[in-house]
């Protein structure tokens, strides 16, 4: 059974750090795209960052520059360092999987407040 | 980037009965390889997202029947033939056809 659990998450000062995990079961990370997308509660969803099955990684412009998106295949996790956490990144954050974003993690809370 | 437009913002319907949502994409979802990757996704309170329909009319597996996905180009529409009590929720229509991904704004689907 394909499972995603994000872990990672919680409160931090404006300009801190967080890594955000996704441990994956049931399939191989290395052999996937795999996506994380965050929503404001009560708000949208908006994409954040992919890498590909090649190693190559791609952000939305609000967050480039500022978070990593890598993955360990040993643990068959993803990861989303996130450094110079800023107020409006205040979101539960998902992990999600392939372009037709087939499963998703049930997210983890990230709120950036002083 | 792509801007995905979902109407109606918010639909009442009455158990049992049809409901339609509507997305239109401000730019043509056709990709180079002749896939239009339009999706469905499903938010229920309090869970996350859950892919419905993909290539515009493709049901993910386990979605019910009921559930149907249309259009080209730039309209798409997601109906649901007779709406169930644990249809309520968010629904989504998002583009992979052209990077960054974008979602539509989302339409509540309510019980009158």
């Known amino acids: 059974e394909v499972q995603l659990m994000e872990s990672g998450g919680g409160l931090v000062q404006p300009g801190g750090s967080l890594r955000l995990s996704c441990a994956a079961s049931?399939?191989?990370?290395?052999?996937?795209?795999m996506t994380w997308v965050r929503q404001v509660p009560g708000k949208g969803l908006e994409w954040v960052s992919v890498i590909y099955i090649n190693g190559n990684t791609h952000y939305a412009d609000s967050v480039k520059g500022r978070f990593i998106i890598s993955r360990d295949n040993s643990k068959n996790t993803v990861y989303l360092q996130m450094n110079s956490l800023r107020v409006e990144d205040t979101a539960v954050y998902y992990c999600a999987r392939n372009w037709e974003y087939d499963y998703w993690g049930q997210g983890t809370q990230v709120t950036v407040s002083s | 980037d792509i801007v995905m437009t979902q109407t109606p913002l918010s639909s009442p319907v009455t158990l049992g009965q049809p409901a339609s949502i509507s997305c239109r994409s401000s730019?043509?979802?056709?990709?180079?390889?002749?896939?239009?990757?339009l999706s469905w996704l499903q938010q229920r309170p309090g869970q996350p997202p859950r892919l419905l329909i993909y290539t515009i009319s493709n049901r993910f597996s386990g979605v019910p029947d009921r559930f149907s996905g249309s259009g080209a180009g730039t309209d798409f529409t997601l109906k649901i033939s007779r709406v169930e009590a644990e249809d309520v929720g968010v629904y989504y229509c998002?583009?992979?056809?052209?990077?960054?991904?974008?979602f539509g704004g989302g339409t509540k689907v309510e019980i009158k």
């Open positions: 998002m583009q992979a056809t052209r990077f960054p991904v974008t």
């Open positions: 730019q043509s979802l056709v990709h180079s390889d002749g896939n239009t990757y």
């Open positions: 049931g399939f191989t990370v290395s052999t996937n795209y």
